[in-house]
C-alpha cells in the first residue's frame, strides 16, 4: 500500500495481462495502483506505450476520476465520510479534528508517510454517520472530536501538559 | 427439536458495526459448546441502525446490537432449548419495548419486499440458496418458453419504469434497443451508484447478486445481445467479491455460457469497475468510461439504444430494475400492474438516514407517504427534537418540508414538488439541520462532480456555490435570492446533462420551502439552526459552571481558562468552534451554551 517507488519491471509485468486496447486504460490503472500504491510518472508512460496512445491521452482518463492518485499514500489512508447522512450528522466537525489532530489538511499527507487524509463522497455506512475508513477496511462510525482525538493521539497539541 | 438456522448478515454496514466479529465468536463457541445449528452469512437485512444482527430461525428471534461477549449467552440459551437472551431483543424507540420476533418489528412489517426479499435470508455466495427459492426460472422459461418480442412485451405491459432515478419506462426502453438494428449488442447494468447517502444498489449487489445477473440474462435475451458489463463503483469492494463468485458459479452451472439451457443463447456478463466519479452514473459519461475515456456525457439522439457503446445499440438499466425483471416474468406483467400507483408501478427501495432513529434500507409500496416511512418506519425524529425535512433524490434532488409529509410518494409526485426519486436516497434533517447550508453542501458536491464542458455547469454551480457560502457567513445580500434563482434557470437550461439540469434543485426547493431561513441568515445575521460556523459562539454560563474543568481539559485549541472549581472563560479569538466543550459539559450542569 505505502510503496514509495517501484520499478519499470513491476508495471511491465502487470501489463502482461492486458489486452492493448484502449477499453482497458482504467483496468490497467487500477491494477497499478493497486498492487504498487499509486501511479508515477514512468508507470503512465509505460501504460501509454503499452495501449499506443499518447501520454496526454493518459493523464486525461487519469486526472478525471477520483480514484487515482499521483503520490505515494501514507501507511494509513484516512478517509472521511463526506455524504449526506454524515454531512447533517458533523462530518465537519469530524474532518477538523482529524486536522488538527494529524497536522494535515484534507488531500495531504504526512511528511513521515504515516497519514493520509482524505474527504470522500459516501462509504456507505449511513447508520454509522458521521463515520471514517482507515486503509478501506476499519471502518470507525458515531464519532466525535473526542472520539477522534482517542483513536489519533500522537499528533495532539496537548499531549505535553 | 428442530435444528436452528442462525443467520448472521454480512453486508458492508453490517460488518462496519463488527458482524463479522460476531460471526467468529459464534463458530467458535458453537462447535466448542457441540450445538447442532446452521449457521448462515446473508447480505443486508436493512436495518443498519440495530446492527449487528443475529436472526434465529425458523422462530425469527432477532437479537439486535449483538457484541462478541454476547455470543456464549446466546449460544447456550439455544443449547439448553430453554429462553430466549430477552436482553438483546429490539427495544422501540418509543415505548422501549421488547420485540422479540422479525415479523413484528415496525421497521419490517411495514414494507413490502420484493426487490430486497432475498437480501439478508439468502446466502449470496451460494448460487443454491439462489435457485431453491425459485432463482434462474425466469430465464428458464424465457428461453424455453418465450420469444424475445414476448419478453419485451411483458415488461412493456408491467409498467415498470427505471428504478435509477429518472423513471424512463423500462420497457420501452428494451423496445427500442430490440428494434435497433446491428449484430453486435450490448447491457449495461449501472452500479455506479454515486448519490452521497444512498446504499440501496450496494445492498442488493452484495446481497442477492444473482437476482441482478438473472435480470441481466433476461435483457440480454430480449434485445438480443451477446456481452454485458456490471458497471460497478470500486468503492463497493464487498459488492464486486460478491459478483464475481456469483458470475463464476452462474458459468459452472450454464447460465451463462455459449449454449445458455441448451436454447443456443450465448451471452456473458463481465465486471467493470468505476473509477470515482459521479457523472458517469448518466448514461453517456458511463459509455465513454466503458471506453477508457474521461466520463464525459454527449448529447443524445442519438441514445445508447441505437448507438452506445463502441457505436453499436446498448440498453443501459439499473440494478434495482433488473433485479425486478424476473418478478415480471415470474409472476407476469400483471403481478406489478396490480402494485404501486397509476404511473409508477411495483414499489420503491428507499435507504433511510440522518436523523432518523431506525436508518436502514426499506422497500415500500409507490404511494406510500413520507410520514410513514419517517415516523412509522424510520421511528421518527431521536432525541426529541422536531422534525424539518426530507431529502430525496441527492444532490438532484430537494429537501421537502413537513406541510408534504403527506403525499403519496411517486416518480411524478417528488418531481411536482421540485425533488425527484432519484436513486432513492433519503436524508431526514431535524431543526438542528441549516437549509442553507445544507443547498450550499450539495452545490459544493455538484461543482465538484461536473465534469467541465458545460460552462453554465462549470461556472454556475460555483458561483451558486460562492453566493451561498456568503450567506452562511452572514455576508449574503437579499438580491443574492434573485440571483441565486437566476443562477438556477441558466444552469438548468445551459447543461448537457442530468447532472447540471438537476444541480439547482437543492437550492430551489429550500428557497420554494425554507425562505425563511435564508432571510434571517441574511436579514439578522443568525443562523436559526445554530450550525454555521461564522453565525455561532460558543460561551460559558457562569452561573451553571461547576468549574469542573472538564472542558478545559478536552478544548483541543487551549482556548478555555479557568482554576478548578470556579466558573471557565472561552476566549473567542482563540474558539474554533468544534463544539467539543459543549459536548463534554456535564448534562446536569449545561453550562456552556451555543448561540
Known sequence: ?161 | MAIKTILVSQGTCCKSAGAEKVLAALQKEISEVGLEAIVKTPGCHGFSEIDPVVVIEPEGILYAKVKVEDVPEIVHSLKEGSRWVERLYYRDPITNEGIPCVHDIPFFNKQQRTILKNCGALNPRDIHDYMEVGGYQAIRKALLEMTPAQVVAEVNRSGLRGLGGAGFPTGKKWEMCAAAPGEIKYVVCNADEGDPGSFQDRSVLEGDPHAVLEGLLLAGYAVGAQESYLYVRAEYPLAIKNLQIAIDQAKEKGFIGNDILGSGFKYDIKIFQGAGAFVCGEETALIQSLEGKRGMPYPRPPYPVIAGLHGKPTLIDNVKTLASIRWIINEGADWLVSRGTETSKGTAVFSITGKVANCGLVEVPMGITMREIVFEIGGGIPGGKKFKAVQTGGPSGGCLPEALLDTAIDFDTLRAAGSMMGSGGMVVMDEDTCMVDTARYFLDFSLKESCGQCAPCRLGTMQMHEILARITKGEGKLSDLDLLMELSEGVAKGSLCGLGKTAPNPVLTTLRYFRDEYETHINEGRCPSRSCKALISYTINSDKCKGCAKCVKACPVDAITGAKKEAHIIDGSKCTKCGVCLDECPDAFGAVECC
Do not use: W
Request: charged residues 25%; aromatic residues 6%; negative net charge.
Open chain 1, 1 to 161: 500500500m505505502c510503496q514509495q517507488q517501484y520499478t519499470e519491471q513491476q508495471v511491465q509485468e502487470i501489463l502482461t495481462s492486458f489486452k492493448r486496447e484502449e477499453r482497458e486504460i482504467i483496468p490497467i490503472l487500477q491494477r497499478i495502483q493497486e498492487d504498487l500504491g499509486y501511479l508515477s510518472e514512468e508507470a503512465m508512460l509505460a501504460v501509454a506505450k503499452f495501449v499506443f496512445v499518447p501520454e496526454s491521452k493518459i493523464y486525461a482518463t487519469a486526472t478525471f476520476y477520483a480514484q487515482f492518485r499521483f503520490k505515494p499514500v501514507g501507511r494509513n489512508h484516512i478517509a472521511v465520510c463526506r455524504g449526506t447522512a454524515c454531512h447533517v450528522r458533523g462530518a465537519e466537525r469530524i474532518q477538523d479534528a482529524l486536522e488538527r489532530q494529524l497536522g494535515i489538511k484534507e488531500g495531504e499527507t504526512s511528511e513521515d508517510l504515516e497519514h493520509t487524509l482524505e474527504a470522500v463522497a459516501c462509504i456507505g455506512c449511513c447508520a454509522l454517520a458521521p463515520a471514517i475508513t482507515i486503509n478501506n477496511q476499519e471502518v470507525h462510525g458515531q464519532l466525535t472530536p473526542k472520539k477522534v482525538a482517542e483513536l489519533f493521539p500522537a499528533a495532539a497539541a496537548k499531549e505535553a501538559n
